[in-house]
């Protein structure tokens, strides 16, 4: 699976951003898909994803303002973030886990790091007041 992330950059707190994921060699077997962050001296942490049975689960820190979708038909995830914080700083990364990673978990967002099947590159997002 390679993916490949675009659309960071550097916005005004209260602005919006569009990320991109274009992903390819996904497997036929279902996956979840999710965006996770990672802040600069921070853990990376999830936040949003699809899961494998449809569900979307959003952080609690961007429910509300952030919102992932996808184009099936050209294997794309969208993350729209809106109402961008200062705290929203952080290189977003896309992630991709099969369902066998997957079993046993509730959400993508608590897998742990280690066990993700594939990411991103990063795009770099900067807030400014």
């Known amino acids: 699976v390679d993916l490949v992330e675009s659309g960071g950059g550097s916005v005004q707190a209260g602005g919006s951003l569009r990320l991109s994921c274009s992903a390819s060699?996904?497997?036929?077997?279902?996956?979840?898909m999710a965006w996770f962050r990672q802040a600069p001296g921070q853990e990376r942490e999830g936040v949003a994803a699809f899961e494998r049975d449809g569900r979307i689960t959003y952080a609690e820190s961007v429910k509300g303002r952030f919102t992932i979708s996808r184009d099936s038909a050209k294997n794309i995830l969208y993350l729209q973030m809106n109402e961008l914080k200062v705290e929203d700083t952080a290189t977003y990364y896309c992630?991709?886990?099969?369902?066998?990673?997957?079993?046993?978990?509730?959400?993508?967002?608590?897998?742990?790091?280690?066990?993700?099947?594939?990411w991103g590159q990063g795009t770099l997002v900067t807030v400014s007041s």
């Open positions: 060699g996904l497997p036929h077997s279902k996956i979840g």
């Open positions: 992630a991709a886990a099969s369902d066998y990673v997957l079993n046993g978990f509730d959400s993508f967002l608590s897998v742990p790091l280690v066990a993700v099947d594939a």
